[in-house]
């Protein structure tokens, strides 16, 4: 099966700054990826997704990095703002809509 | 749209109580997914449906854990009888083939 683990439950960064949250996945035929928000009291809000025949896809403020090789996805995040404090997960699916395995999250707090 | 649609938004019931949750996913999506969202194991993927019908149980944790979609614009979650160790925040989200998936503002269900 699919394992998806995030290298850090907590992120701190200075208001400003960029982020940069990584994760890892273990099952090699996973060929879609999302990256997803979640912010105290709500469901996951979707961000930005990848494929697996891309290795960058950029959003606004937001890039996702995939390197099928070592198998590591990474969302990177441009002038952090207060708004962005929530824990973020990565999500990994193979095949057509058989479900996202998640990994645990990784809570991003913004220092002032 | 309204985006997927959960109720009731908390849940508080005594153990050996049947509980319901229900979901109207996103018109048009073909995909429902049940997750359930615990501090200690993250978000787990309980049951997915595609064009209603039920693809992978293999996440639902017992026999006491059902789940229903009879139309394409609404599913079921029961738990019978609950136990104390069911309390969690329960998620439905919907997606249109293998494209991001939309959440819910999720159940919070807590078994006394």
């Known amino acids: 099966g699919e394992s998806v683990g995030l290298h850090l439950p907590t992120l701190s960064v200075q208001e400003g700054d960029n982020s940069i949250i990584n994760c890892a996945y273990s099952?090699?035929?996973?060929?879609?990826f999302i990256w997803y928000k979640q912010e105290s009291g709500k469901g996951p809000q979707f961000i930005i997704d990848?494929?697996?025949?891309?290795d960058k896809r950029q959003g606004q403020r937001v890039t996702v990095l995939l390197n099928k090789t070592v198998k590591h996805l990474s969302l990177q995040i441009a002038a952090t703002q207060p708004g962005d404090s929530a824990v973020y997960f990565c999500?990994?699916?193979?095949?057509?809509?058989?479900?996202?395995?998640f990994g645990k999250g990784t809570h991003l707090i913004i220092q002032p | 749209d309204a985006g997927v649609i959960q109720s009731p938004r908390h849940e508080v019931t005594e153990m050996g109580q049947e509980v319901t949750l229900r979901c109207k996913p996103i018109?048009?999506?073909?995909?429902l997914f049940w997750y359930r969202q615990t501090m200690m194991r993250g978000l787990e993927l309980l049951i997915y449906?595609?064009?209603?019908?039920?693809?992978?149980d293999s996440g639902m944790p017992e026999d006491r854990f059902s789940a229903k979609m009879p139309n394409a614009s609404f599913s079921t979650l029961k738990i019978q009888p609950s136990e104390p160790r069911d309390s969690a925040v329960y998620f439905c989200?919907?997606?249109?083939?293998?494209?991001?998936?939309?959440f819910g503002q999720g159940t919070r269900l807590t078994v006394v």
């Open positions: 018109s048009g999506h073909n995909s």
């Open positions: 990848i494929r697996s025949n891309m």
């Open positions: 099952n090699s035929a996973s060929d879609y």
């Open positions: 999500a990994a699916e193979r095949g057509g809509a058989d479900g996202l395995t």
């Open positions: 449906f595609n064009n209603n019908v039920p693809i992978d």
């Open positions: 989200a919907s997606s249109l083939g293998q494209n991001e998936a939309f």
